[in-house]
């Protein structure tokens, strides 16, 4: 019985992972509109209207999932999603080829000028956050750990859980790939801009991370806040404590008040004040029903 | 009438036998046209660096010696699981087995061969990684060793059936003036058949190490991808493979690392080049013979 459920986890973590794939390998993701026009009633395509979504891979599974709803309750308005990164999408609304660029991080001051110079002017909307969790096996007795000594276990200066209080047990050390935006952002939040060790194990996916974790008690890596509440009977999240500050357990309501130390804000930048669909768009992201979506997709809501 | 005909013919097989070429040439080209400016910007001196660290705030190392370590490691240890499996079982379907049991057993070791990779990894990380880790008292089964043994099922099937059809295809006459001559059966099938068919064996194995050197997915999936120089069989590797599928779809178009992971696709290239070579030298030297 439990091997039928472990199988049907993985299978999930399967389904998952193809996602985050085809995500990373910014391909069309969401062409959902065309199915609805075609099952709704025709004579009722009013607002007729075409919407694009372009930039962050970890955000294009929420921002499919917010289209996806948005689309159902507005017939006629064709949202399409891309990925491609951060980088793309703001590049992408800079050309003026896309209506709404979704980032996990800040715009640049280098990318601000280049819009400036082409007459573009970015408005920058927080409609999530997200949360890093940092997560060891359950058997592991270490339960916190200060900013700095997560740091020097990822660079390799720590190798050892005796070092940071644990048993004398080697280090594990599991990471993202260095494809993916959480591995630049732990690097530059947590690793104060160190090169990972080269024993980092890098992982293809949050579920391998979270499959590793589960299986090698000396084993530490990091998730998604969302991920990581979904798997807690498998791995155990770390209390977090930032240079001076309380120690932090990480959870959705820590992370809003801004206590947690690893979490980052996930924008959308839209050319002005968003108007006519965009902003109805932005108008549901941000409402109780587009927040409820943020928590679903296992991210955190602004409020 | 018929030459015409012919001529058609003639013309369609060159043109399907030049295509293959031409679309190599056409690999190889746009290989090296992505890969080229890389060698006089950070200059072809820093593909050979200790380490591969493509993503970092002080300075970007794109050594390809790890990958290119990481990749032999596992090859090596794959073959060295292939060999004897692969040849030993081609041995017993065609010289030992009755007919009922090979029609048993082929069927179900050519479904083998037609696993998806991806199914194979994730039987890999779930079932065998934990069974290596208490056989080898390990901290963690993503190790080089455990690649080595999915891929090496994964290339078995290959080597058994291209063996098999080789220890088949040595003519009666030769195994009967053997027995004929008082060697016993097991001396006839390895003194006399085996070495017959060897062109054809080293043809197999060659094929399954191309087949182990080119996969990409179960080496993703658990060779745990810490990019380091090791030789250890039960330490974590990052192969070529697994580099450029992690990496490519991510990268700036044109920079630096793009360039890099081209280097990669072109030394990959070379390596299952010079096998071929190779195979098809030995298979040369025994066909003289």
Redesign the interface.
């Known amino acids: 019985m439990k091997v039928f459920e ?1 199988t049907l986890l ?1 299978l999930q973590n ?1 389904v998952k992972n193809s996602i985050d ?1 085809i995500g ?3 391909l069309w993701f969401v062409i959902v509109g065309f199915m609805l026009s075609g099952c709704g009633n025709k004579t009722k395509t009013k607002e007729a209207s075409y919407l694009t979504i372009k930039g962050s ?1 970890t955000m294009v599974h929420l921002a499919s999932n917010w289209a996806e709803n948005f689309m159902k309750a507005h017939q006629g308005i064709d949202i399409s999603v891309t990925g491609g ?1 951060s ?1 793309t999408g703001i590049a992408a609304l800079l050309n003026g080829t896309t209506n709404v660029c979704i980032a996990s991080r800040k715009i640049k001051s280098k990318e601000l000028n280049l819009a400036e110079e082409k007459g573009i002017y970015p408005k920058e909307i927080v409609t999530a956050r997200d949360g890093i969790a940092v997560v060891v096996n359950p058997e592991n007795s270490v339960n916190t750990l200060s900013l700095e000594q997560i740091g020097k276990i990822y660079t390799g200066a720590y190798t050892n859980w005796k070092q940071v209080g644990g048993l004398d ?2 280090i ?1 050390v599991l990471s993202r ?4 935006g959480t ?2 952002f732990f ?2 939040r947590v690793m104060n ?4 060790t ?7 996916s949050t579920a ?1 991370i979270i ?2 974790v589960s ?5 530490i890596g990091y998730v998604g806040l969302g991920y990581a509440t979904e798997a807690k009977d498998r791995v155990r999240m770390l209390s977090v404590r930032d240079a001076d500050s309380p120690t932090i357990v990480p959870s959705i309501a820590a992370v809003q008040a801004g206590e947690y130390a690893i979490a980052r804000p996930l924008y959308f930048y839209t050319n002005g004040e968003p108007i006519g669909v965009v902003r109805q768009f932005v108008n549901y992201v941000l409402s109780n029903e587009g927040q409820k979506i943020v928590l679903e997709t296992g991210y955190v809501p602004i409020n | 009438m018929i030459n015409w005909r012919e001529k058609i013919i003639q013309l369609l097989l060159v043109g399907a036998a030049s295509a293959s070429i031409l679309i190599v040439l056409l690999i190889f080209l746009s290989l090296g046209k992505e890969a080229l400016p890389f060698m006089s910007d950070p200059g072809i001196g820093r593909l050979l660096e200790y380490r591969w660290i493509p993503v970092s705030f002080k300075r970007e190392v794109f050594g390809i010696i790890p990958l290119i370590t990481g990749s032999v490691l596992v090859t090596i240890l794959a073959t060295g699981l292939m060999i004897p499996f692969g040849v030993l079982g081609a041995v017993y379907i065609a010289e030992i087995a009755v007919a009922r049991e090979r029609a048993f057993l082929k069927p179900f070791i050519e479904i083998m061969a037609g696993i998806p990779s991806v199914v194979i990894g994730f039987f890999g990380l779930v079932i065998l990684n934990p069974v290596l880790k208490e056989v080898f008292q390990l901290k963690t089964g993503l190790t080089a060793l455990s690649g080595a043994i999915l891929l090496a099922l994964m290339a078995i099937p290959t080597v058994i059936s291209i063996s098999e059809d080789a220890i088949r295809s040595v003519p009666k006459s030769i195994k009967e003036a053997s027995l004929a001559l008082g060697a016993s059966r097991l001396q006839t099938i390895f003194r006399v058949v085996v070495p017959a068919a060897l062109p054809g064996i080293i043809a197999a194995v060659m094929l399954g190490i191309g087949r182990v050197v080119g996969e990409t997915m179960v080496v993703l999936m658990v060779t745990g991808n810490a990019a380091k120089i090791t030789f250890n069989p039960v330490d974590s590797v990052r192969t070529m493979t697994a580099t450029i599928a992690a990496e490519m779809g991510e990268v700036a178009f044109g920079s630096d690392h793009y360039q890099a992971l081209f280097w990669v696709g072109i030394v990959l290239l070379v390596i299952t080049f010079t096998l071929n070579y190779i195979a098809q030298k030995v298979l040369n030297r025994y066909r003289m013979k």
């Open positions: 472990r993985l399967l794939k990373l390998f910014g891979d990164g980088g047990q080697q594990i790939e260095s494809s993916s591995f630049v690097q530059k801009k160190k090169d990972y080269q024993d980092a194990m890098l992982m293809p391998a499959q590793s299986q090698d008690k000396w084993a």
